[in-house]
């Protein structure tokens, strides 16, 4: 479900120890639904944890309700998940809707959480941590680059050798697609290899290994050298469909008429790190049944 909005009465009570007692959640949580502006009373919003009031108290609340999705491989401490493409990592909204992140605190509790990003449309492995220590190692790991990703993508056009791309990574700031980043010399750094696999009709399967992590990084960098992702329905587009899509006002069989599939052919399929003393390897293998089944709607 993610996050709705519970209603209470509360009566000369401190909302901090209102929000403990009567609610369940632990000092922590409390604090953080304070900090972050999810708690008010009589439609004021509390910014203070020493407040104590009375009335009609309203509170932002995280309410697991997922896909049943189950991981493919886990520890005492973390779990990765295949995410399928079209499941969001987090709720966004105020509204009936599902993200791995109910999964994840489903199985494990509210100090489960996921340590790194995955475009909904994207597929492939995630890592969620179990507990509060394994998300700060985890964490910490991945801000120094000690978590390698790869990744396969379906490129439209023939891509004949290996190469590396470094071209810099903006934010768009064009008011109707926001969304979307751009190739701009004022941009972040941002470094991508890629890898030809083998040629498939009039595409070719690659392999790209993001060396920096900016937002929509390996869709942008193979737009920006004529080789867009089979299925963006973003990048290698025009700005009307991109819209449109965003909107939701896009059909199945308009995007596979413009794009070439009805999802992004872009797999997360390989994780390698430590943790602990311990090197693990993960691999995902089920991407090319997924293209398979996805050029024949074509």
């Not at 941590?129 to 990744?151: G, P, V």
């Given at each position: 479900m993610?996050?709705v909005?519970k209603?209470?009465?509360?009566?000369?009570e401190?909302?901090?120890?209102?929000?403990?007692?009567?609610?369940?959640?632990?000092?922590?949580?409390?604090?953080?639904?304070?900090?972050?502006?999810?708690v008010?009373?009589?439609?004021?919003?509390?910014?203070?944890k020493?407040?104590?009031?009375?009335g009609?108290?309203?509170?932002?609340?995280?309410?697991?309700?997922?896909?049943?999705?189950?991981?493919?491989?886990?520890?005492?401490?973390?779990?990765?998940?295949?995410k399928?493409?079209?499941?969001a990592i987090?709720?966004?909204k105020?509204?009936?809707?599902?993200s791995?992140l109910?999964?994840?605190?489903?199985?494990?509790?509210?100090d489960?959480?996921?340590v790194?990003?995955l475009d909904?449309e994207?597929?492939?492995?995630v890592?969620?941590s179990?507990?509060?220590?394994?998300?700060?190692?985890?964490?910490?790991?991945?801000?120094?680059?000690?978590?390698?990703?790869?990744?396969?993508?379906?490129?439209?056009?023939?891509?004949?050798?290996?190469?590396?791309?470094?071209?810099?990574i903006?934010?768009n700031?064009?008011?109707?697609?926001?969304?979307?980043v751009?190739?701009?010399?004022?941009?972040?750094?941002?470094i991508?290899?890629?890898?030809?696999?083998k040629?498939?009709?009039?595409?070719?399967?690659?392999?790209?290994?993001?060396?920096?992590?900016?937002?929509?990084q390996?869709?942008?960098?193979?737009f920006?050298?004529?080789?867009?992702?089979?299925?963006?329905?973003l990048?290698?587009?025009?700005?009307?469909?991109?819209?449109?899509y965003?909107?939701?006002?896009?059909s199945?069989k308009?995007?596979?008429?413009?794009?070439?599939?009805?999802?992004l052919?872009?797999?997360?399929?390989?994780?390698?790190?430590?943790?602990?003393?311990?090197?693990?390897?993960?691999?995902?293998?089920?991407?090319?049944?997924?293209l398979?089944?996805?050029?024949?709607?074509?």
């Amino acid at each position: 479900m993610g996050f709705v909005v519970k209603e209470f009465e509360i009566k000369n009570e401190k909302v901090l120890d209102f929000l403990v007692k009567k609610l369940g959640f632990n000092i922590r949580e409390a604090k953080r639904a304070i900090d972050r502006g999810r708690v008010s009373i009589n439609g004021k919003r509390i910014n203070e944890k020493s407040f104590k009031g009375s009335g009609i108290l309203k509170c932002i609340i995280f309410e697991p309700n997922g896909y049943g999705l189950k991981p493919i491989f886990e520890t005492t401490h973390f779990a990765i998940f295949d995410k399928p493409s079209g499941v969001a990592i987090h709720p966004k909204k105020l509204a009936n809707t599902k993200s791995l992140l109910d999964d994840v605190r489903s199985l494990w509790g509210n100090d489960a959480n996921l340590v790194h990003r995955l475009d909904k449309e994207t597929s492939g492995l995630v890592i969620a941590s179990k507990n509060k220590f394994s998300e700060s190692i985890l964490k910490k790991a991945f801000q120094d680059k000690e978590i390698q990703k790869k990744y396969l993508a379906l490129i439209k056009g023939h891509l004949n050798k290996e190469m590396t791309i470094k071209k810099p990574i903006a934010v768009n700031k064009d008011e109707n697609i926001k969304v979307k980043v751009l190739i701009h010399s004022d941009g972040k750094e941002s470094i991508t290899i890629v890898k030809p696999i083998k040629i498939i009709g009039e595409n070719t399967l690659v392999e790209c290994i993001p060396l920096t992590g900016r937002q929509h990084q390996i869709r942008v960098h193979l737009f920006s050298i004529g080789h867009p992702i089979i299925g963006d329905p973003l990048y290698g587009v025009d700005n009307d469909f991109a819209d449109r899509y965003l909107n939701k006002q896009v059909s199945e069989k308009e995007r596979i008429e413009k794009t070439g599939a009805s999802r992004l052919m872009l797999h997360s399929y390989r994780l390698e790190f430590e943790f602990m003393n311990n090197k693990y390897i993960i691999i995902s293998d089920n991407f090319e049944k997924n293209l398979n089944n996805e050029l024949k709607k074509v």
